[in-house]
């Protein structure tokens, strides 16, 4: 396609792009830059319901005038990406030098709140993705071989838990783990363990996040495989048969390789969707055992009175950063097949 | 689900009210907007204010959970998108250091006669809010229970844990006590209202530098720990929400809570008559020896925005006159305990007020206050479930804090 037709349809979408992910994400970097003005405290008796006493409190209006002037701030340059909430590197210069041994910086790094979001979120992650793919394939290929007159429904039914909000579903099943809802109390008698608690250890906190995780997404590589499926070559499908390979042979030598390039895309799409794991996390009211990188994002922005933009500005290009090293090898991988095939 | 509910019932609300709006507030003209909270007593007088609506005075109000972080664009606009913010002694804080809010002392001057002065709330000589009710965590208890086995109302920590030992081993119940601990803005406010109660104080006067007494400070993490041990073991998923069906369910007997929940559980509409008949308030407990009891005490008040014309400024204060009037608390004597005058306290009050009569210690109204509640929040839990030393948490709050504070401007 020449050059200047490819511009020519592109145009359109490359404006939106600009204007609504380039900018934003070019302010957010910008905000990232900056700390709030040097707060003006005055100190003046202030009476309530309660009594009087001699308080500190802002001088708005002075402040409104420091904003006037200069709009975004202090500069603070990288200071924020390295503050203890963040990067933490000072933190972590002091820690390797008075740590005595390896596990302790390992217990001593992962207690710093950056970190500790971190290694969920990649735990998270890296879990997550390959189970997901799993089995969405498993349901994609059981699928394939339901009689036709139960395909509908039986699609229908395992689109549902990605139909259903991620927030509400997971509400639902934090309900349903309750100790008196019914999986929780099932797992009870089941395990015969009446203080039995998913809710209650952060191991089992990690693990129904993780079922959770794959309960929701597994129909997205369903649905992606179930489509692949249908575009199988019949007839090598047929020659293996004449060769006598078995049903698992067919489905490891014809059907696996087929369709692992649509493996990739799915690869592709869950570790940028996991990485950026929050929903569960609100909805399973499972701040106290994991956190994740968005977690701390939302926790600047709503959970104190005044939002810490320059703090969640910073998370959100630690973020980006993140998605952008963990798509690397997939999409250089990508690349050199694009370079073989040209 | 509950956002139809809501909604049904807000619309329920604006029937209602609109029925009765024939009482005249005087109000000429104007337009009356008010963001708010989302609970019963806030609703009282919501309503109220409402019924000064006329053909040429509006009167909407928006009762949302979310009102904290809603008001500080809202009222940023020019106009403001609300004319009144409802709010507490945590929230004025950011409209304060915004300078979104407006000076009331020429509408107290004219149309406040109904004040008592300690309703007025003063910062820097000027009347920034109206306070109309007051709020604070107390002890709930079961007193059917607790006579049945032989115990006194606990007045410190140490009887209240031997209440609930005495409880768990007399087989009555294993987790009698319940309280809201899920991490964030729930812990942090009890960590706070126990730390009140010590006697000392967060920060170095007039800065912003945390001064957290060490001792004092572990002394409370390790009753909040010793809390933990007598509560159900899923407390880190437990707000101020989900105590409720708890104790209806009879699955607690102690339990610290707010005041402003109080009349809910011993309503005659209680799912559970018996458990609301056994329901009674007292003071929060005192801790390591003090005698002051565990709570910080809170107002709510109204507050008029800034950036909104002067007639809407006026007739949105003789509207809230309306809302915070003493007929409008004759109505709903049990919703709160009011700071209006003629108050008498319900029974639904006896905590609140013994915690006033206790010497409970205000809710810091300090523009630094609310990072220290986040931080604190944030770093609680993970020694409550005993995966760090109470001296760890407490230099995790301090580091967290700090960064914010440095962030925000107060610290360097």
Not at chain 1, 1 to 8: A, I, N, Q, S
Not at chain 1, 124 to 145: H, K, M, Q, R, W
Not at chain 2, 205 to 213: C, Q, R, S, Y
């Amino acid at each position: 396609m020449p050059h200047k037709t490819f511009l020519f349809f592109i145009w359109p979408s490359l404006l939106a792009m600009i204007l609504f992910i380039a900018l934003p994400i070019g302010s957010v970097a910008y905000q990232s830059l900056f700390i709030e003005h040097e707060k003006i405290l005055i100190e003046a008796k202030n009476c309530g319901p309660f009594g009087c006493t001699s308080q500190v409190s802002v001088d708005a209006e002075a402040m409104a005038r420091l904003r006037a002037e200069q709009p975004a701030g202090r500069f603070n340059g990288l200071g924020t990406y390295t503050n203890p909430t963040h990067l933490a590197t000072d933190e972590i210069a002091d820690i390797v030098a008075t740590s005595k041994n390896f596990g302790e910086i390992r217990s001593r790094i992962m207690n710093l709140p950056f970190y500790k979001a971190l290694i969920f979120t990649l735990a998270y992650t890296f879990i997550v993705t390959p189970l997901v793919i799993i089995l969405g394939f498993i349901i994609a290929v059981v699928v394939n071989s339901v009689p036709k007159l139960l395909k509908g429904p039986v699609i229908f039914f395992s689109l549902l838990p990605m139909l259903v909000t991620p927030l509400v579903g997971s509400l639902v099943l934090f309900w349903m783990i309750d100790s008196r809802g019914i999986i929780g109390a099932m797992l009870q008698s089941l395990f015969n363990d009446p203080t039995l608690s998913l809710k209650a250890s952060p191991t089992l906190t990690w693990l129904t996040l993780f079922t959770y995780g794959v309960w929701h997404s597994a129909p997205f590589a369903f649905v992606v495989f179930y489509a692949g499926l249908q575009t199988v070559p019949k007839d090598t499908l047929e020659s293996a048969m004449v060769d006598g390979a078995s049903r698992w042979e067919r489905v490891r030598f014809v059907t696996i390789p087929y369709l692992a390039p649509l493996a990739t895309f799915i690869a592709l799409m869950q570790l940028m969707d996991n990485f950026r794991v929050f929903e569960p996390i609100i909805g399973f009211s499972a701040a106290a055992s994991a956190t994740s990188l968005s977690y701390l994002i939302y926790n600047d922005l709503r959970a104190a009175e005044s939002p810490l933009f320059g703090s969640a500005a910073a998370t959100s290009m630690l973020t980006i950063i993140g998605v952008i090293i963990l798509l690397l090898p997939v999409l250089r991988r990508n690349w050199r097949e694009f370079n073989r095939k040209t | 689900m509950t956002f139809t509910l809501k909604a049904s019932v807000a619309a329920t609300a604006l029937i209602a009210s609109a029925g009765l709006a024939s009482a005249d507030c005087g109000i000429e003209s104007g337009s009356v907007r008010i963001l708010s909270n989302d609970f019963s007593a806030l609703h009282a007088v919501n309503d109220w204010a409402q019924k000064c609506a006329t053909d040429k005075v509006e009167v909407t109000k928006n009762e949302t959970e979310e009102h904290k972080n809603i008001q500080v664009p809202a009222l940023t606009t020019n106009p403001a998108t609300y004319t009144v913010a409802v709010v507490a002694t945590n929230s004025i804080v950011p409209l304060m250091n915004d300078n979104l809010i407006r000076p009331l002392d020429e509408y107290v001057a004219k149309w406040g006669q109904q004040l008592q002065d300690s309703q007025k709330v003063y910062v820097d000589g000027k009347i920034m809010a109206i306070a109309f009710m007051a709020n604070a965590q107390h002890l709930f208890y079961r007193k059917d229970v607790l006579e049945e086995n032989g115990i006194e109302v606990p007045k410190t920590y140490d009887e209240m844990f031997a209440a609930a030992e005495k409880l768990r081993e007399a087989g009555v119940m294993q987790t009698p006590i319940t309280s809201s601990y899920m991490p964030g803005w729930n812990l942090a406010a009890e960590f706070v209202n126990t730390y009140l109660g010590t006697g000392k104080d967060f920060f170095e006067p007039g800065t912003a530098k945390l001064a957290m007494d060490q001792d004092a400070a572990i002394k409370v993490l390790e009753a909040m720990k010793k809390m933990t041990e007598y509560m159900n073991q899923d407390w880190a998923t437990y707000d101020a929400n989900a105590q409720k069906p708890v104790w209806d369910a009879g699955e607690a007997a102690l339990s610290i809570n707010w005041g402003s929940r109080a009349g809910a559980y011993i309503a005659a509409d209680n799912p559970s008559p018996e458990i609301a008949a056994g329901t009674a308030f007292a003071a929060s407990p005192a801790i390591g020896g003090g005698n002051i009891p565990t709570a910080a005490l809170w107002w709510d008040g109204f507050t008029i925005a800034k950036n909104i014309s002067d007639e809407d400024a006026e007739a949105s204060f003789r509207a809230m006159m309306n809302g915070i009037s003493p007929e409008m608390m004759a109505e709903n004597p049990d919703a709160a305990v009011w700071l209006i005058e003629g108050y008498q306290p319900t029974p639904a009050a006896v905590g609140v007020i013994a915690d006033l009569q206790g010497g409970a210690r205000p809710y810091p109204m300090l523009p630094y206050m609310g990072m220290l509640h986040t931080a604190l929040g944030d770093n609680l839990a993970e020694f409550l479930q005993g995966k760090e030393s109470a001296e760890q948490a407490l230099s995790d709050v301090t580091a967290a804090y700090n960064t914010a504070a440095k962030e925000a401007g107060y610290l360097n």
